[in-house]
């Protein structure tokens, strides 16, 4: 059963930093599009990052270039996003998600196969 578990979420101020991490399990997801996305209370899901298989080629969502970076490490089939210059506007549940065709990077959700639970990221003083 091909499984993604995020974490890395938590609480943290304006201004700073969080790494989250997807951890995949029950299939290698190397030449899988990764991504990640993020859900607000009352708001509709948004896309944040995407890496397709090698790494190498990356998008990202207006609202968070600049700012985020998503990199992968196909050994540990894990993908990371890191998180700086955090405001409350990031305030939500982030998920990361895989696609079996990896390019050119989706930024819908429908292009997506597989889900993971989510991690809460709150940013608040």
């Known amino acids: 059963q091909a499984q993604l578990v995020e974490s890395g979420g938590g609480l943290v101020q304006p201004g700073g930093s969080l790494r989250l991490s997807c951890a995949a399990s029950?299939?290698?997801?190397?030449?899988?599009?990764m991504a990640w996305f993020r859900q607000a209370p009352g708001k509709e899901r948004e896309f944040v990052a995407a890496?397709?298989?090698?790494?190498?080629?990356?998008n990202y969502g207006d609202a968070v270039k600049g700012r985020f970076s998503i990199s992968r490490d196909t050994r540990k089939n894990t993908i990371y996003l890191r998180m700086d210059s955090l405001n409350p506007t990031d305030t939500a549940v982030y998920y990361c998600?895989?696609?079996?065709?990896?390019?050119?990077?989706?930024?819908?959700?429908?292009?997506?196969?597989?889900w993971g639970q989510g991690t809460q990221v709150t940013v608040s003083s």
């Open positions: 998600a895989a696609r079996r065709r990896d390019f050119p990077l989706a930024t819908m959700g429908s292009s997506y196969d597989y």
């Open positions: 029950g299939r290698t997801f190397s030449t899988y599009g």
């Open positions: 890496v397709e298989s090698t790494g190498r080629r990356t």
